[in-house]
């Protein structure tokens, strides 16, 4: 009876304009999935039809519809969201009497088996989901329940760019006895103390209450309760989470799995809690790392139109609630279709932003330098397999001159580890040169046996700067310049210092000091940005960019692919380049990179199949330019 009634649901809102549909099914199957299973049915088949007499009933499409002939041809188009009744035309003529007979008796037919399912399964349904609350009503949390709240390792880096990089953590194999098999339907939660830690944790957190989640941090997870202005600054860029969905098979008494989705995001996550078996009220551990959307979880896609008007939307709710603040751009077939920008650059002198406002990038620059060295391999002027220490002969540490090769610092995999830190902060401003960093860093050994593991590193791509100097006997920033940036048509992007005069160079603003408001990033910058990132650009030079190296302006065929082609994975469904992301959700592929420090995100996307690329550029915390490149990206049509 499930399955007949979701099915005739269905029917029901098939039954819509089309343009209803593309609009709200989604949301209307989502609602009927989401409490059909409490004795809802017949209120949910009920508004159903009230909705569709409301889209109808002024062509008098009712009886129309189940009883007439539909005649399809064009009328005029109309302007962005209204209806032109999708075209349909309806044929005045009288119907001969068979007709009307027969369409009236499907009509009743049709609405006599809604009738009968509905009640029927009203009146025979009488499980609940379990809920922490008790309330029976699954897939949300409790509306108030006791104050606990764990700490979150999570992903969220505000010096590199928003990357999947969740491990399945092991766990119990017994299944719930209590769980249904996955069927589509929000799922019925154990009723387990891991459970109703996890929730109690989501309503604090969720709440944004700091009084609150201190408490619970004290109460239930004393081993976190110094990082509670961690955790807000953590529910600040991600607004909270919503519940999704749980992990039957890992899910046991004292341990909870399952995803939750940012509210206002597309992005998912996979958490972990795991409590005491002394004592179940006290939080051991709980982990957040950021996962693929799961493919039950898919977005369908819009049209063009559609999406780029979703996108409109969007960006102007975010700026609204002061989370986005840049500009955004996307293109077809090297064409720009979309270009928008909004916030200040300069909050004091109010000076707005535009398209043509120069933004931080952060790590993006990668790409500028893993296209560099490939260009000197193109060029013949250094082998990827060569170590480092073939071009760097007076490196200090020995093991990452002789082991380390130029293909892993591409790569991550050379070890070579990070340079942002307490060494970093402290002497920030003296650190002017690529050679700079050599002397304070380069006598550390590699944090792994080089080759063996993809880490994230963004030394690795400094010391490529060095590498790119030396092959080429040229200033890297010199070298990029005129072999990069003036070949794709970039007029500009550059790493000018920080003391410099640059116009048109927006403020990033950040609140990752704890800051409740927004205050400039000045005291976290770099003296300028290096081979590893920190240069600025717009979102328009970032368009030249992508279109030069698909059009194959700065490498050839077999250096573009091995560019921008993955080597290494790092999540399923997404694997890393030589300085560029390589990713494929829900059957689509974009390649390039993202960049995010304090007052500073962005991303850019090119997907080589439709011709679309997409870049969006913030002067502000992560992830204000990735949430809506992720947005946008997975509505466009593939």
């Known amino acids: 009876m499930t399955n007949l009634s979701r099915s005739l649901y269905r029917c029901l809102v098939q039954l819509h304009p089309p343009a209803f549909r593309r609009r709200f099914a989604p949301e209307m199957f989502w609602i009927f999935d989401e409490i059909a299973d409490h004795d809802a049915r017949v209120e949910l088949f009920t508004d159903a039809l009230m909705s569709l007499a409301r889209q109808w009933i002024v062509r008098e499409a009712i009886q129309k519809l189940l009883i007439g002939e539909l005649r399809f041809g064009p009328l005029p188009a109309t302007g962005s969201g209204q209806f032109s009744w999708e075209r349909i035309e309806f044929d005045d003529r009288p119907l001969p009497p068979p007709r009307v007979i027969q369409g009236g008796i499907v009509a009743f037919v ?11 399964q009203a009146h025979s349904f009488h499980g609940a989901s379990i809920s922490p609350s008790g309330s029976g009503f699954s897939g949300a949390p409790p509306a108030s329940g006791p104050n606990v709240s764990g700490g979150t390792g999570s992903d969220y880096d505000g010096r590199e760019p928003l990357t999947n990089s969740a491990a399945a953590v092991p766990g119990d194999q017994q299944q719930q006895q209590s769980t249904p098999p996955d069927d589509g339907r929000p799922p019925r939660i154990p009723d387990t103390p891991a459970g109703h830690q996890f929730f109690a944790w989501l309503d604090a957190f969720d709440s944004g209450d700091k009084a609150k989640l201190e408490q619970f941090l004290k109460e239930h997870y004393p081993a976190r309760a110094g990082d509670v202005d961690r955790e807000m600054q953590f529910r600040e860029q991600t607004g909270g989470f919503e519940f999704r969905d749980f992990d039957r098979s890992e899910s046991k008494t004292t341990k909870f799995v399952g995803i939750v989705q940012e509210r206002g995001s597309d992005q998912f996550a996979r958490f972990v809690m795991e409590v005491s078996p002394n004592d179940e009220k006290t939080v051991t551990s709980l982990s957040l790392n950021i ?4 493919a039950k979880f898919a977005i369908p896609r819009m049209t063009e139109r559609d999406a780029l008007a979703a996108l409109r939307d969007k960006l102007k709710q975010e700026a609204a609630a002061d989370r986005f603040s840049g500009a955004a751009l996307v293109a077809k077939n090297g064409t720009p279709i979309f270009t928008s920008a909004y916030g200040m650059a300069d909050r004091d002198k109010k000076i707005p932003n535009t398209t043509n406002t120069k933004f931080r990038i952060g790590s993006m620059n990668k790409m500028f330098t893993a296209t560099a060295v490939l260009q000197l391999a193109q060029a013949g002027k250094l082998k990827l397999t060569d170590p480092l220490g073939k071009y760097l002969t007076d490196y200090p540490n020995k093991n990452i001159a002789t082991k380390v090769t130029i293909e892993q ?8 580890g990070d340079f942002f830190g307490p060494e970093f902060d402290k002497h920030r401003l003296e650190l002017k040169t690529l050679e700079d960093y050599v002397k304070l860093y380069g006598a550390r050994e590699p944090q792994f046996e080089p080759g063996s593991r993809w880490e994230y590193s963004n030394y690795g791509f400094l010391l490529l700067g060095l590498v790119v100097e030396k092959a ?3 200033d890297y920033y010199s070298y990029v310049r005129e072999h990069i940036y003036k070949p794709a048509g970039m007029t500009s992007t550059d790493s000018m210092p920080e003391d410099r005069d640059v116009p048109d160079r927006s403020i990033g603003y950040t609140k990752f000091a704890g800051s409740p408001t927004w205050k400039p990033n000045t005291d976290t910058l770099p003296y300028r940005g290096t081979s590893a990132g920190g240069g600025y650009s717009t979102v328009g030079d970032l368009l030249a960019f992508a279109t030069a190296v698909q059009n194959h302006k700065l490498l050839d065929d077999k250096h573009t692919e091995l560019l921008t082609t993955g080597h290494t994975q790092i999540v399923e469904g997404e694997k890393y380049a030589y300085g560029f992301m390589d990713k494929t959700e829900a059957g689509v592929r974009s390649f390039g990179h993202g ?16 011709g679309y690329v997409i870049v969006v550029l913030a002067n502000l915390d992560p992830p204000a330019a990735s949430r809506p490149a992720d947005f946008i990206g997975n509505r466009l049509p593939q």
């Open 409 to 416: 610092l591409l790569s991550h995999t050379g070890g070579t």
């Open 291 to 294: 996962i693929p959307r799961p």
């Open 472 to 474: 080429s006997g040229e």
């Open 595 to 610: 960049g995010g420090a304090p007052g500073m995100n962005g991303d850019l996307r090119i997907y080589p199949a439709s």
């Open 110 to 120: 049709f609405f006599t088996c809604i009738t009968f399912a509905a009640f029927q």
